[in-house]
């Protein structure tokens, strides 16, 4: 069984390159009205926190009392570490993350081999901690700094269309090149901003692939054993073996052509997500 | 079995025939930094202005994270007592996309730089990056790894990848086709006495035909083994200290 999974990992390794096609074109520089709205509150609020004084000015603080000490006089300020960030994907409701880590595990020793045999392959681990933002459209608080969202339709069927069947879509997470297709990079200050997203496309069909590899695979062996076994059997004047050469090399030509076609036509793709982030006045 | 290790051993020892080249020359260029959107500074950390000379990438903070110890994963271990192994934990977190202002922890730093284009990147390390099953193999080389000292003052770093060309693959091609061909070709050499004692049309033309087949073999294999060799270049960086903070 395991001899089974090597052979299939192998297989899916060999299978195809990965087509990586450029990002869609960079989203416009527009919300929707209803996130400028919430967007001018959240920023006005913002800016409330970090500069209290605008906001109460018609509203002179009370005179500190007499004895308390010189540092208590002046009212605190607020410092906020974190900045507004409206975000809108052009693909409908998405749950939108704040990508944390990404966290490799690779095995260095075995402690307990278990029924393991030697000579079995252990694999590695990766995957990615987030932590939640908000469901978009949005406008959210987020820390300050640079870092990626990842972006992750609501709706199954654009969910499923746009970073491949669920079934793949855990593994496909773990690798930075297929994750680009729902993450983007922002840098978050004290500006409010806005951030519009369209979100690339992912295919890994590896069931198509692994078929076209070994078909391929064992095309090229018939015709191989065909070519090497038609000159013989002509030698020697064995039609058996020269029959049976023919019919070796034709299905095995067959087998190559079939493997190769599935293997160039459903490549593994990648498009990027692209955004746009600017600062809103 | 231990015959198969004894070829598995073999296969690594020549695969480890590397040209390792000097680090490429960086590149200088001028970078509008004030154009470049950037988060507040931070107590304690440094501004660095990062810039790579191969296109815009993406940087990665890398922190060695100890390790842990679990049982290997039931997804990929079809075995009802699977082995407790040791994994050593690497975190990386995201920096910025190049050119960009960062803010980063003073001190000593391993960052790794990946191309976003990812055919370039392909093309430079390897298409194994872009297979999904992969991960492995996404964990960086010196040939996108710097390890940079940052201190107090605003800095620019400048990165000119290197790249690795691990041709493995066709090593294990060229000497699987050599020891075949060495073997078949020792195997017809005993046997030719009494071929040529018995030399009837078809022994002749067996014996012609294997000893091509596996005299090419051994050509073969030597040609791949020879025209193919795996390159590794690793990346040069500088830091140097900038005048006013990059915003």
């Not at chain 1, 990626?148 to 593994?171: C, H, K, M, N, Y």
């Not at chain 1, 013989?232 to 023919?246: C, E, K, M, P, Y």
């Not at chain 2, 041709?167 to 195997?187: D, E, I, P, Y």
Request: hydrophobic share 45%.
């Amino acid at each position: 069984m395991k001899r089974l999974c090597c052979a299939l990992s192998l297989l899916l390794a060999l299978g195809g390159c990965v087509r990586a096609l450029p990002p869609l074109r960079t989203p416009d520089r527009v919300l929707s009205a209803r996130t400028s709205a919430a967007l001018a509150t959240a920023a006005r609020v913002a800016a409330l926190e970090a500069h209290p004084e605008q906001g109460v000015s018609s509203l002179p603080p009370p005179p500190p009392p007499q004895d308390a000490p010189a540092e208590a006089q002046t009212p605190p300020t607020a410092t906020p570490s974190r900045g507004v960030l409206a975000i809108e994907v052009d693909d409908g409701p998405a749950r939108v993350e704040r990508v944390v880590w990404h966290t490799v595990l690779r095995p260095t020793r075995v402690l307990v081999s278990g029924n393991r045999r030697s000579g079995d392959v252990l694999p590695s681990h990766a995957f990615v901690e987030v932590e939640p933002v908000c469901v978009a459209p949005c406008v959210a608080r987020v820390p300050y700094g640079a870092y990626e969202l990842r972006i992750t339709p609501l709706d199954v069927a654009t969910r499923d269309d746009r970073l491949g069947p669920r079934s793949q879509q855990e593994s496909l997470e773990s690798s930075a090149v297929y994750r680009s297709a729902n993450t983007v990079a922002v840098v978050v200050n004290e500006a409010p901003s806005a951030l519009r997203v369209t979100l690339g496309r992912r295919r890994a069909p590896a069931v198509v692939q692994s078929a076209g590899a070994l078909t391929t695979l064992i095309g090229a062996g018939l015709t191989l054993l065909g070519g090497i076994m038609l000159p013989t059997g002509a030698v020697l004047g064995q039609t058996d073996v020269r029959d049976g050469s023919i019919i070796a090399l034709s299905i095995g030509a067959l087998g190559t052509l079939v493997g190769t076609s599935l293997l160039s036509g459903y490549p593994s793709e990648v498009r990027p997500a692209s955004s746009t982030q600017w600062d809103v006045p | 079995m231990k015959a198969g290790h004894a070829l598995f051993t073999l296969l690594v020892a020549l695969s480890g025939c590397v040209h390792r080249l000097a680090p490429p020359r960086i590149v200088e260029r001028p970078i509008a930094s004030g154009s470049l959107r950037a988060a507040p500074a931070e107590e304690g950390t440094a501004r660095v202005l990062i810039d790579v000379s191969d296109g815009p990438a993406r940087v990665e903070e890398l922190i060695d994270d100890g390790h842990v110890v679990r049982p290997a994963s039931a997804q990929s271990w079809v075995l009802d007592s699977p082995p407790i192994v040791d994994y050593a934990v690497t975190r990386a977190r995201f920096v910025c996309n190049t050119p960009c202002v960062a803010n980063l922890r003073r001190g000593p730093q391993r960052l790794s730089v990946l191309l976003l284009d990812h055919e370039a990147m392909a093309e430079r390390f390897g298409v194994t990056s872009l297979r999904p099953a992969a991960n492995a193999a996404e964990l960086p080389d010196s040939s996108n790894t710097i390890s940079p000292w940052l201190d107090a003052r605003p800095q620019a770093l400048r990165v000119t990848l290197g790249h690795r060309h691990d041709n493995f693959g066709w090593h294990a091609l060229g000497v699987s086709m050599l020891v075949v061909g060495l073997l078949g070709s020792t195997a017809g050499a005993i046997f030719l006495p009494s071929v040529l004692a018995s030399p009837t049309p078809e022994n002749v033309y067996t014996s012609i035909m294997l000893n091509s087949i596996f005299g090419s073999m051994v050509i073969g294999g030597s040609i791949v083994l020879g025209a193919l060799p795996s390159t590794y270049q690793p990346a040069a960086y500088r830091v140097s200290s900038m005048a006013e903070p990059t915003r």
